[in-house]
């Protein structure tokens, strides 16, 4: 990492080393569950006998339909260590 890459904490704006020598740096994104793709899967798991069987023939057999999408786009965090053991991580990754 160069320095060029180094960004602020995303909790309280300061340098992400004035808490010690580490911090965070993720990247997150909000994702929602698709009951239809949830349903269709597991309706097909069924029909297959469910339980481990039903899974595998079901992963196999089936369309293999998104269980969950997207509902944001990706955020870059970068998170002290005291952002980090303070604040919930939905409350960092609205932060501007």
């Given at each position: ?14 340098g992400v080393a004035h808490a010690g020598p580490a ?19 597991h309706g097909l798991e069924l029909q297959f006998g ?47």
């Amino acid at each position: 990492m160069k320095r060029k890459d180094v960004k602020p904490c995303k909790g309280c704006g300061k340098g992400v080393a004035h808490a010690g020598p580490a911090f965070f740096a993720m990247k997150a994104r909000y994702w929602g569950l698709d009951p239809r793709g949830i349903q269709q899967t597991h309706g097909l798991e069924l029909q297959f006998g469910g339980g481990q069987a039903g899974a595998v023939m079901a992963n196999i057999m089936g369309a293999d339909p998104d269980l969950a999408q997207p509902l944001s786009d990706e955020v870059d965090a970068w998170v002290c260590l005291d952002c980090a053991t303070r604040l919930p991580l939905a409350v960092l990754l609205e932060r501007d």
